[in-house]
Nanobody, 124 residues
Framework: QVQLVESGGGLVQAGGSLRLACAAS????????MGWFRQVPGKEREFVAS????????YYANSLKERFTISRDNAKNTVYLQMNSLKPEDTAVYYC?????????????????WGQGTQVTVSS
């Protein structure tokens, strides 16, 4: 079992930056691929980024790869999402997720564990 807790969300002005963190419980964090997703009310959950178990591979939604960076620290059981040049349309609840697969994973159905989410609000 893996428990995930996101932090770092909040209110930021357009053009600003935020770094989200997701702390994972358990001793096998380094075996899981990790991902970030986001969701706004009334819409489907949207893939943001994924990172392989070792941290050596990453994959991004095309529209976000110029502004967002995913990273992980396996010694700290934590995955991060650095978000720069934020826009009002980035406003959403951001979720981290863990997949038993070790490679980058885009599909939400391939993730086994989810955090509760953290709200990011970007004001114009």
């Amino acid at each position: 079992q893996v428990q995930l807790v996101e932090s770092g969300g909040g209110l930021v002005q357009a053009g600003g930056s935020l770094r989200l963190a997701c702390a994972a419980s358990g001793r096998t964090f380094s075996a899981y691929a990790m991902g970030w997703f986001r969701q706004v009310p009334g819409k489907e959950r949207e893939f943001v980024a994924s990172i392989g178990a070792s941290g050596g591979s990453t994959y991004y939604a095309n529209s976000l790869k110029e502004r967002f960076t995913i990273s992980r620290d396996n010694a700290k059981n934590t995955v991060y999402l650095q978000m720069n040049s934020l826009k009002p349309e980035d406003t959403a609840v951001y979720y981290c997720a863990a997949s038993r697969l070790s490679t980058v994973v885009r599909l939400s159905t391939l993730y086994n564990y989810w955090g509760q989410g953290t709200q990011v609000t970007v004001s114009s």
